[in-house]
């Protein structure tokens, strides 16, 4: 059953400023989602704050990589 609720990201720009993007998610699992389409393999999104910001907000962020991020994640295999 496909889900009609579109899904968006806030992509942080070159100038530290987010823009909300639509994305078509291919997977979903607890705290990952696969993305199929809408954003490129380098550019960067907000993960916390999310609903504090809003298009053209200018941020302060922390990058993290996210081969130190996915170790913590809740992944389960069976």
Not at 15 to 38: F, L, Q, T
């Amino acid at each position: 059953m496909k889900s009609w609720k579109k899904k968006y990201v806030y992509v942080v720009g070159k100038d530290n400023k987010v823009k909300s993007r639509e994305i078509e998610i291919a997977a979903e699992m607890p705290d990952i989602y696969v993305i199929k389409e809408g954003i490129n393999e380098n550019e960067r999104i907000l993960l916390e704050g999310i609903r504090k910001v809003k298009d053209n907000d200018k941020i302060a962020y922390r990058y993290e990589d996210p081969k130190s991020v996915l170790p913590k994640l809740n992944v389960y295999v069976e």
